[in-house]
């Protein structure tokens, strides 16, 4: 059996289903690309029957992600996987979004347990049987790569797993996904179902890769994907900051850095660049607008902090009295770039690219024209403002309406004022001055008075980059619409459910906190805007 465990990342599929972390296409092609950077093996870039813009999605990751770039034929191309029910329209999109990807695979489900089959499915387990074989035989005759999961696999009854996993396997599955879907198993019950499907399964050979993908609902996640690990899987499917549905799936991070810091117990590689943890995290925490908690294993702010007396004495003696990891090894560091007003567009790019951005002029242009800005406010300029930057700059939905101008009054001798100027999608220019309970009550009104998209503001967060007086603030935000009552139609409805994340920086936070509500409501009117043309 190979000591290597192949990384199979579904943070633009399941990761995607945590609420309010609905990423745009142009987000997902550049985590897409940092995943890739990063080393992961597989990449399921999304779930392409959900909808036109989702199979748009898969299809650019494929064809631009999932082939070797120019001038680099060292790159670890990864396989790109879209993610079908067991059916054949589903499995077409499926196929039409990764074809154009150098390594394509078509992952296919269906779900295995008794509760399902009996009140979702409405099945009986004969006819799973069934369905799994013509559908997975179906998906082969399109793609060699077919992955399949039986859904639920952590309470479905383990002899009737063993049927309908050698099935798939006649059928030409080379890999089989066991999910604990609803986060369900303890790590021993876990490990004795992916030893007994090793074991028993018909057909059951060496080309045959036995994956685990298990979710956080008892926090037993990672656990359980390593018990899985230790009974003989060699593919874990895990995301980033280990978002997901409910409480989350299984975090990248946490499964990689313990195979690597417990090198010794499991003996196992993996083929990450553990180094870019960091990075990638603030990225997708930026993308989505889940802020990552701070006493979060590996990428949380506290990971390597130390406050008590005694382990800051220890650590001052030894590192390793307190850390069993060097930050380093994870990407945390404060790399210092020391840019002022005269650094040119050549540095800026030598930099970023170093830092795993490749932009283009047009995009590099526009960067540097906001590091200058940064520069005349900020004397020294990090990494990490960098990252702000270039979050906060690029990869945002569709320019609906764009932040001109601020003004803002508040303290404690008056109401807090705030005049807002945007720009909308007819290029007018709209200004509003609104009062309220404080600078951003009074500017999140005055937006809502200009924009009129009825919504929710449902989560609201700030910190900052770096320390310092000059450091650039972040802000993140939720908002869910408030048109539901307006439309009976389903497929509104279910957009007007969604939940929508906004990210923002600048180094005035309540400036910073508009540019994060006005993202956030772009992306709600995209989502209205395409769900009634596609009525």
């Known amino acids: 059996m190979t000591n290597y465990v192949k990384i199979f990342d579904t943070t633009l599929r399941d990761g995607e289903q945590s609420p ?14 940092s995943l890739a950077r990063m080393g992961v093996d597989i990449i399921e870039a999304g779930f392409p029957a959900a909808s036109p813009d989702d199979l748009e999605a898969v299809r650019r990751i494929a064809l631009e992600v999932g082939n070797s770039p120019k001038g680099q034929p060292e790159f670890k191309v990864p396989i790109i996987a879209g993610l079908a029910r067991a059916n054949k329209s589903d499995i077409d999109k499926a196929w039409e ?3 154009g990807a150098q390594k394509p695979r078509i992952h296919t489900f269906l779900a295995t347990s008794s509760i399902h089959m009996k009140h979702k499915l409405k099945m009986d387990p004969e006819e799973v049987v069934q369905r799994v074989s013509e559908m997975v035989t179906y998906a082969h005759s399109l793609c060699t790569d077919i992955e399949f999961s039986p ?15 050698g099935e798939a396997i006649k059928a030409g599955a080379t890999t089989l996904n066991i999910p604990d879907t609803v986060g369900y198993t303890t790590p021993d019950e876990f490990y004795k179902l992916i030893e007994g499907i090793i074991k028993n399964t018909p057909g059951m050979h060496e080309g045959i890769t036995i994956s685990v993908h298990t979710h956080d609902d008892l926090g037993l996640a990672t656990a359980n994907a390593l018990a899985g690990i ?3 899987a060699r593919q874990a499917e895990v995301t980033i900051n280990g978002i997901g549905e409910r409480a989350g799936n299984t975090s990248m991070e946490e499964v990689v850095m313990t195979l690597k810091t417990r090198h010794p117990v499991f003996g196992l ?5 553990t180094q870019q ?19 979060k294993a590996i990428v949380g702010a506290n990971a390597f902090a130390h406050e008590a007396g005694i382990h800051q004495d220890g650590m001052l003696k030894h590192q390793t009295t ?25 540095a800026l790019r030598a930099r970023l690219a170093s830092m795993g951005y490749s932009l283009d002029d047009e995009e590099l242009n526009k960067a540097f024209a906001r590091f200058k800005e940064l520069a005349d406010r900020k004397k020294v300029i990090t990494d990490a403002d960098l990252e702000a930057l270039i979050a906060d700059e690029f990869y945002g939905p569709r320019d609906v309406f764009h932040l001109e101008g601020l003004q803002v009054s508040c303290g404690t001798l008056g109401m807090p004022t705030a005049t807002v100027r945007l720009r909308g999608p007819d290029q007018i220019i709209h200004d509003f ?22 919504c929710k503001l449902l989560e609201f967060n700030i910190h900052a980059v770096t320390e310092g007086i000059d450091a650039l603030g972040e802000v993140t935000v939720r908002v869910r619409s408030e048109n539901g009552q307006q439309t009976m139609d389903a497929q509104s409805e279910a957009i007007y459910a969604r939940v929508f994340g906004g990210h923002g920086a600048d180094t005035d936070i309540i400036v910073a906190s508009a540019k994060a509500y006005i993202n956030a409501l772009n992306k709600l009117i995209v989502a209205e805007t395409e769900g009634r043309q596609s009525v």
């Not at 590689?269 to 660049?273: L, S």
């Not at 060097?326 to 945390?332: H, K, M």
């Not at 001055?433 to 009825?454: E, F, R």
Request: glycine share 10%; no cysteine.
């Open 433 to 454: 001055a609104s009062m309220g309970t404080g600078p951003v009550d009074a500017t999140y009104k005055a937006i809502d008075a200009i924009i009129q998209t009825p």
């Open 97 to 99: 979004a990764v074809k």
């Open 20 to 33: 309010g972390a609905t990423m745009t296409s142009a987000e997902k092609l550049e985590v897409a690309r």
């Open 230 to 232: 230790q009974a003989g």
């Open 322 to 346: 307190y850390e069993i990891m060097r930050p380093e090894d994870v990407g945390v560091n404060q790399t210092t770039l020391v840019m002022g007003k005269h650094s040119g567009r050549a």
């Open 269 to 273: 590689e993996t083929g990450i660049d």
């Open 151 to 165: 859904e639920d696999a952590g309470r479905s009854d383990p002899e009737f797993l063993y049927i309908v996993l």
């Open 277 to 295: 943890f960091t990075r990638v995290s603030r990225l997708v925490s930026n993308y989505t607008g889940i802020v990552v908690q701070p006493n």
